[in-house]
């Protein structure tokens, strides 16, 4: 143990206040540097897996952060610095890591899954195992493993329609149907009077692709239900038949209207005799209206010559020829 003591020197001053804790990181540096020794990765993953909640475990033993479990725990603080460093020094692959942020209760329902998982194999076929006394899951213990069953089943399963399922949780849990607690209650026949009165199974939860598909469906009937409602609001009936037409085709027909006619015009003004002749006369107008204002601005400027300023008597010049 003293080889691991290295691991905890950051520790060793908090084991006055966290009795335990000390030796409790001594032992934990030890279980994950070998678990990181294991060569089969399958193996280092269930290694890995025991790992973790044999430490939360170990953690629950101790009175002194059991009290005052929190990941601001100066304790928890030292602790969670260890399993990163010896990751980070040991692990070449995929690292082992504990984390913190969960309440005891919550890692301590995630071990009885864990475990019983773990051991339902060995329990539901002795052949398989030669340690079945030790691995045997007992009939008292599945009432409350049937209460975690149903709890977790469908925060972690989600199942489809084929078959097929993903598993959310499958450091702790397991999807499969044959794991259903009620399975293994009666092949161990452990009191067929319980069976009937209270241990209920547990029924997986709908198919999700169910859910899409009768969302569809409905969205498609509301789809089609809009599209009548517009279609009948666009054509109404009045009392002999006949059909009130759209604003907006109205205002195009309107439109449409009002530059033909306007082409109309331009067309008439611009190329027929009629049009040509009231150009003319209009050019007539406005030729004569421009030398009558020119004659009366020469008889202004000619006025306004011949007056003294003196004697105010108006003088006209005349000049003949």
Known sequence: MEKYKDHCNGITTLNGTYKGVSNLCMKLARNLTNVSKLENKEKRSTGCS??????????NKLYSIKSNYSYTNPAMKELYKVVNRINMKEFKDKGCYVYFDYTL???????????????????????????????????ENLNKINELYAKYLGKCCTYFSNGEYSNECPEFFKCDDKY???ELYVHLSCD???????FIKVEKPEFIDYYAKDITEKSKEQS??????????????????????DLFYTFVLAAFGLLGASLFFFVFYKFTPLGSRMQGNRRH?????????????????????????????????????
């Not at 025991?50 to 953690?59: D, G, K």
């Open 105 to 139: 209760d919550e890692w301590n329902e995630w071990k009885l899954l864990h475990d019983y998982f773990r051991n339902y194999e060995c329990t539901i076929d002795s052949k398989k195992d030669t340690n079945l006394d030790t691995c045997k899951i007992k009939c």
């Open 224 to 245: 089609l239900l809009n599209r009548s409602s517009v279609t009948h609001s666009e054509t109404p009936m009045i009392a002999d038949d006949t059909p009130i037409f």
């Open 50 to 59: 025991y790992f973790v909640y044999w430490v939360y475990e170990q953690l």
């Open 285 to 321: 107008v406005r030729i004569n209206h421009y030398e009558e204002f020119e004659q009366e601005m020469l008889d202004q400027r000619l006025r306004s010559r011949n007056v003294n300023p003196q004697n105010r008597r108006a003088r006209i010049a005349y000049q003949p020829g």
């Open 192 to 198: 067929p009077e319980d069976i009937r009165k209270n």
């Open 180 to 182: 259903n607690p009620y």
